[in-house]
C-alpha cells in the first residue's frame, strides 16, 4: 500500500533517496552527496511549510503483552478520535500461537471454540487480547496481524512494544522493510547496560532499522493503565537535524503530505483522559529512569524488609533518585536532563510506583523478612520470571567498577554489594553517609 | 552567666551593640550610625578570621513535645560528641505540669511515685520524657528546666521546637531575653498563610527576637527518629550580610571567641549515624514543603480511597510537588530553589512520608471510602487533634484566589475544591489536565 510520491520528492526528483543511500567511496563525491543532501533537506523543509497534509499517518504496534495490548488500546482509542491525522486502524503484529478460549469467558462458544484458536483471529473476533490482557474490551479498529512484515510495511508510525530480550530478533525480521521516513517509539523499559557501555532500546531499534525511534516511559502499571485507571507518561522525542553517527546521511524527511511529526502529534496519539501525557526531549533519561529505579526499588525493599519505617524508606529514595540523575548526567552529558528524573513520570513517579508495589521491592523485602536470598524469593515468587532489578544493579556495578566510580554511587553500590552477601542491610545508613 | 566580651567589642568598644540598638530619627546620625555598624562589621570579621576559638556555644532546645524530645535527643548526642564545639549541657525548656509515673513504668518505686510530679523532675531524674516520648532514653546531659528565660538566656544557639500555635506568646515571653548574636533554627512545620501573604515560622521568631532563625524540616515522623530508625533532614541557614527589612541594623555578629556558625556548624550538630542532615541556603523553601505537602497527602489519599491504585497515586503526588515548587517560586522569587523542592529531603521525600502514611492521607482516604465528609473522619480518628492539611488547602486557595490564580494550581485548587464538596473526586484528572 505505497503512499504518493512526498512532497520534497516531487519537487526535487529522488534526492531524498539519494540521501539515506548514498555512500560513495569517493571523497569529492561524498561530500558533493552531502551537500546536495543537506540542500535537499533545507528546501524540502521550506517547502513542507507550504504544504498542507494531504495524507494521514499510518500506525502499528509491535507486540501484544499486556503493555502492548494496553497501548494499542490508547493508540487505535485516539486515531479513532483524530481522523484528521491518522487512519484509524491501527496493526498489532501478534506473536501468533494457538489459544483455548476457556469455557468460562462470556463469548464461550461450544461450537466455535471446542478447540485452540489462531490468537490473531480470537483478537480481531473478539476485540479482546484474551490471552494477555483478558478482560479488557479494546477498539474494533485494532487489527491483530502475525506477519510482522505486514503489520510495519506501511506504518508511517511504528511504536515498539516487546519483551526487551526480542528487540535484536524483530529489528532482524523487519530489516529493510519499514519506511524510511517512519518515526517510532519503543515502550520498552530500561537500558542495555554492558561493561563496555550502555545503549537504549529506542537507538538499537532506529539504528537497526535506519529510522528515528524516539522513547515512552513512566509510572505505568501495564493492567492499571488498561483498565482505564488514572497515570501519566513521558515521551521523548528529539530527532536529529543533520548527519549523526548513528544516521551518517541524516534522516529521511517526513513527507509534507503527512502531518508534522512533532511533540503535538505524539501528545495526540498517546494522551487519554485517564493517560496523561508530557512529552519531553530526553531520550537517555526518559529510558534511563525506567532500568536505575529498580536498584532503588530493592533498596526500598530492603528498608522496609527491615521495618525501618517510612522516613527510612523515603531517605533512600531520595538517595537513590539523585544518583540517578547523576547517572545519566554522568555518563549521557549532552543530552541528559535533570528535570527527567526529578520531575517527569518516568523518573520520580516511576519509581515511587515502583518502590511502592513492584516486583523488585516486593521481592527484597521478603528476602529480608524470611532471611533467604532473593533468588530464592525470586523463584518462590514469580513463576520464572526473572527481575530486574538485581541484573540491572549487577551490570552497573560492573560498569562503575570499570570506571573506578562506585564510591560516587554509594547506593548503587551498597544494593549490589547487599545482594552479594558482601554488606549487611543494617549498615545502608552508613554505606551511603555523606559527611 | 555572661560571656566574657566578644572579639568585636573588644577591639571596637560598643559599636556592635550601638548597631543592634540605634534607632536614631536624624537621617543623618542614622546614615552615619550605619556605616559605622557596617565598618565596624567588616572590620570584626576581619578580627575574626585572625581569632581561635576560645568559647563554646550553649545549646538550648525550646519545646518538649515528642518531636521537641527527640530533636533534643539528637543534639545532646552530638553536644556531648563535640566538646570542643559545645558545651555539653544541652537545656531543654519544658512546659511544667503534674505527671503521675504510671505504675507499670519500670522506674516505678511506690515510695517515690505515689502522687503526681513536675514533669521536669522526672526527666531530669529519669532520662526520659515520660509523657510525650515514653520509653526513649535521653542522654543525660538534657537538663529539662520550666522557666524559658532561664532556659534562653544564656544559649547561643536556640532550636525551636514547638506546636505553632504557641510561638506568638513564647516570643512575647522570650522578648528581651536572648543574647543578641545567639542563631536559632525553627524545626516548626509549615508556614503561616492568611490572604494577605504568608509568613515563615523562622522569619517570625527571628524578627521578634532580634535574631536570625534558620528552619530544619525533613521526612521526620517523630517516634521513628527518637528510636534511631534511619531517616535524612534539610536544615536551612542564611543569615543576611547586611541590613535588611527585618534586621534594618544588620544583624549583631557571633563574637569571634566562638566557633563560627556556619552550614558546617549545624551539620555537627544535627547530623548523626541514623540523622543525616543536609544543609541548604533556602529557607522558605524548607519551610513551604512541610506546609504544602499536606495538601498534596490528601489528593494522595483521595486516590487511594477511589483504589485507584500506585500509577494514580504517584501522578497526583508529581504533579502535587511541581505545584510546591511553583508556590515557593511564584511567591518567594528571590530565594525559593527548585532542587529544595524536588531533591531535599524536606521537599520529595518529606512528600513521600506524608503520602504513604500520615494522617492527612489516612484521614483523607477514609473519607472517600466511608463517603463522609473528612472533618467527621477527623473527630472520629485524630482524638480531638486537627488536620494541617485541610485548612493548609483553604488559606492557600483563598491566598491564591485573592491573586486570580486559582487556574494555575490545578491540583491545590481541586483538593480545596473536593474537600469543600464543588467537585467529586471522580474528576481529578481531568481537573488536573494540562492539554
Known sequence: MPLPPSASSLL??????VTATATSTSTGSAIASRRLAQLSRTLASSAKMLTTPTQKHRVTVVGSGNWGSAIAKIVAENTKANPELFHPEVKMWVYEEKYQLPSTHPAYDPAKHAEPEKLTAL?????????YLPSIPLPDNIIATPDICDAASDATLLVFNVPHQFV????????????QYARAISCIKG??????????????????????????????????VAAEKFSETTIAYNPPTGPTKDYPNGLE????????????????LFHRP??????????AGVSLGGALKNIVAIAAGFVDGLGWGDNAKAAVMRVGLLEMRKFGKMFFSESCKSATFTEESCGVADLIT???????HKC?????????????????????????????ASEVNEYLKRRGLEAEFPLFTAVHQILKGEKKVEHLPELIERV
Open 253 to 268: 524527511e517526513v513527507p509534507g503530505e503527512l502531518p508534522a511529526v512533532d511533540h503535538t502529534l505524539f501528545k495526540t
Open 12 to 17: 526535487f526528483g529522488s534526492s531524498a533517496v
Open 274 to 283: 485517564y493517560f496523561h501525557v508530557r512529552v519531553v526531549s530526553d531520550v
Open 123 to 131: 483478537i480481531n473476533s473478539l476485540h479482546e487480547n484474551v490471552k
Open 354 to 360: 515502583s518502590c511502592n508495589g513492584g516486583r523488585n
Open 191 to 224: 537500558v542495555d547496560v554492558s561493561p563496555e557501555g550502555i545503549s537504549l532500546f529506542s537507538d538499537t531499534i532506529g539504528r537497526r532499522l535506519g529510522i528515528y525511534c524516539g522513547a515512552l516511559s513512566g509510572a505505568n502499571i501495564a493492567n492499571e
Open 364 to 392: 527484597a523485602k521478603l528476602s529480608i523478612q524470611k532471611n533467604k536470598p532473593i533468588e530464592e524469593i525470586e523463584a518462590e515468587e514469580l513463576n520464572g520470571q526473572k527481575l530486574q532489578g538485581t541484573s540491572t
Open 168 to 179: 535484536s530478533s524483530i529489528c532482524n525480521q523487519l530489516n529493510g522493510t519499514c519506511l
